[in-house]
């Protein structure tokens, strides 16, 4: 796995970059390690899907860490952010970004080493977690990470990756459904299907999606608009409590 590590100061960047390293010794895992001395320096060379996740510093020269991840997050929606910091007033902002973690920097080294063994548990679980479909008579396998959202039309289907990138496929929508029952997809409308890990905003009635290739707005059900909004929310809520942004 490829991580960035993003910190103003050597020594800090340094002192994280040593933890990963016993960390890959001690698991048998591969890590390669990239550092930066700022958000702008990560931003020259970033490119969506570059990373399996990235370490920000909150409190930086020039662009904060929040900042650095609101760049980010217009490009690349699956990367996992970590921030790091010396207090705990910017879990809002953390939260907001869809980071996956919020460490701080005078923690023991086990906390930084619990972090990761759960990073690569989920990422596991979605390697496994796979929609298998034909378009265009080729055979299409999509991590169901990847996933944006699955859009109905008659007895066909179109998907949308984070890529941008469609694909029309013969299956009718209630197969897709079960398929992708494991809590993520969101029944927006009869026929819409969307993984709420890429919305970035649902309310007044539009959910917008937002991912690397870009971002879509759709429209959702009139009559079940409030209660849609708020199994989001939930899903937003539980994914923090349950492990989504880590301390």
Known sequence: MNVAIVDDLARDREKLAERLRRYGAMR?????LTLFESGEKLLESFRPYLYTAIFL???MDGLSG???AARIRELDDRTALVFMTT???HRPEAFRAHAYGYILKDEPEEAVFQLMDDLLRLRGRDAEKRLAFTADRRE???PFSEIVCVEAD???LTVTDARGETYRTRMTFAECERTLR???????????????????DLSGGTCLLQY???QRKLPVSVRTARQTEQVWRNYLFNKVREGGMRR
């Open 87 to 89: 207090s705990e007033d």
């Open 154 to 156: 008659a007895h066909y």
């Open 212 to 214: 690397g290739g870009g």
């Open 182 to 200: 494991d809590g993520r997809f969101l029944t927006l409308l009869r026929g819409v299907l969307v993984n709420m890990d890429h919305i970035a």
């Open 140 to 142: 299409v396998s999509l």
């Open 57 to 59: 510093d909150v409190y």
């Open 66 to 68: 929040p900042e650095t």
């Open 28 to 32: 048998n895992a591969e890590i390669g």
